[in-house]
């Protein structure tokens, strides 16, 4: 399971370090995009992945596709009555790297099929009333994670034989806890639970 589980994050991390060298494109570029948009919900992962490398360069694209799944899990969350099912609240671009990375390795499944069953997978961590979100700056870029989130991936922590406190904070402890699964499980990024490691503790939970 642990094999499988670095074979899944890598494939990803190898895809977005392509994807999210972002630039700037033209107005009627952005239109275009946006009209297109609109069908993404029915293409191919495998189509959403290859779209999304082909314009590495067009930060529009990147970004249309993180509004039309924000707008997705908003209608989400109205229908199954939740404050938040995702459990990462900032910087945007986690959701959208958290749902490509599993569309990666299902290039045949629509990408709204993928959607709905990496909603379902991260339930578990959801914000189902307000929740506290706990804010995190990691080399100028700021993290949000709803307050249960933290204390899930705590208790999750402590399953395997971490010594923190489940709590819901985030201190020097839980901080040395993220790194020594991440430098274990080979995981890139800040030693905090972004995509990279939410995606691992799923995969670990199954």
């Known amino acids: 399971m ?3 589980n670095e074979v899944f994050i890598q494939k990803s991390q190898i895809i977005f370090s392509v994807i999210l060298g972002l630039g700037s494109i033209n107005p009627a ?6 009209t297109a948009i609109r069908s993404v919900g029915a293409q191919k992962c495998g ?15 990147a970004n249309l596709y993180t509004q039309w799944l924000s707008g997705f899990v908003s209608a989400y969350n109205i229908d199954h ?3 938040d099912v995702f459990p990462i609240r900032a910087p945007g671009n986690q959701i959208l790297r958290f749902f490509v990375s ?9 990408f709204v099929s993928i959607v ?3 909603l379902k997978a991260v339930e578990p961590f959801q914000a189902v009333k307000p929740d506290d979100l706990r804010s995190i700056e990691v080399e100028g870029t700021k993290y949000q994670f709803y307050k249960q989130y933290i204390k ?10 971490h010594r923190v ?3 819901g904070l985030f201190g020097a402890v839980t901080e040395a806890a993220f790194r020594k699964y991440k430098n274990e499980y080979n995981l890139s990024g800040p030693p905090i639970p972004d995509y990279t490691f939410l995606l691992s503790m799923i995969e670990n939970k199954e």
């Open 29 to 34: 570029a952005a239109e275009e995009s946006s």
């Open 47 to 61: 189509d959403v992945v290859k779209v999304l490398i082909e314009n590495k360069d067009n930060e529009v694209v």
């Open 165 to 167: 406190v489940a709590d």
């Open 2 to 4: 642990k094999r499988n």
């Open 152 to 161: 899930a991936s705590q208790l999750y922590l402590r399953g395997i034989g």
């Open 81 to 83: 009555k939740v404050f």
């Open 102 to 110: 599993l569309c990666s390795v299902n290039a045949d499944i629509n």
């Open 116 to 118: 709905v069953a990496g």
